[in-house]
């Protein structure tokens, strides 16, 4: 089963595609997709839209997990920015015929480390460990896009709807 698990953000959208057979785990493809703050909204959006959309099309996954939407009352204007994103990358999720799955941050990180509440640090040594790589991942958003299809690779599996292959 291949996972594409996506950290949505306006400014950066991280991703990171793995592959799952019975208990191994694969590392395809990570990154990110940048836009600028200096471009106007729909530029952004399309930017973000046409780069998932390549992945999509390349690797073919059967799943795509993104975070959920939260808010914190601080910085409500993180929310509203990430949505723009979110929004796109599930209409192209749905567009593509591609399975849509959200899980909160706290879900993610109970899932991958056993802590609801690790760090961003914690949870980038987390994946350079789980995939062997030599640095942690930077910037932590393609951590977390890692994070988000491991934990739905160990969800779906718990729950009986992984991919047997």
Do not use: W
Not at 73 to 92: E, N
Not at 139 to 162: C, F, N, Q, T, W
Request: proline share 4%; charged share 25%; glycine share 10%.
């Amino acid at each position: 089963m291949r996972i594409l698990g996506i950290d949505p953000g306006l400014g950066i959208t991280g991703y990171g595609l793995i592959e799952v057979k019975s208990q191994s785990f694969k590392l395809l493809e990570a990154g990110v997709i940048r836009t600028s703050g200096k471009e106007d909204l729909e530029t952004r959006i399309n930017k973000i839209y046409e780069g998932v959309k390549g992945l999509i099309e390349e690797f073919r996954p059967q799943a795509l997990v993104l975070e959920k939407l939260y808010s914190h009352y601080k910085h409500p204007t993180t929310a509203i920015l990430m949505g723009h994103a979110r929004g796109a990358i599930c209409l192209l999720a749905k567009q593509c015929g591609v399975d849509l799955v959200g899980y909160s941050a706290t879900r993610v990180k109970k899932a991958v480390t056993g802590a609801g509440h690790a760090s961003k640090y914690q949870m980038q040594r987390m994946m350079q460990d789980f995939f062997k790589l030599k640095a942690v991942p930077e910037p932590p958003d393609i951590s977390d896009a890692l994070a988000l299809a491991v934990a739905h690779a160990y969800i779906s599996r718990k729950e009986g709807m992984a991919d047997q292959r």
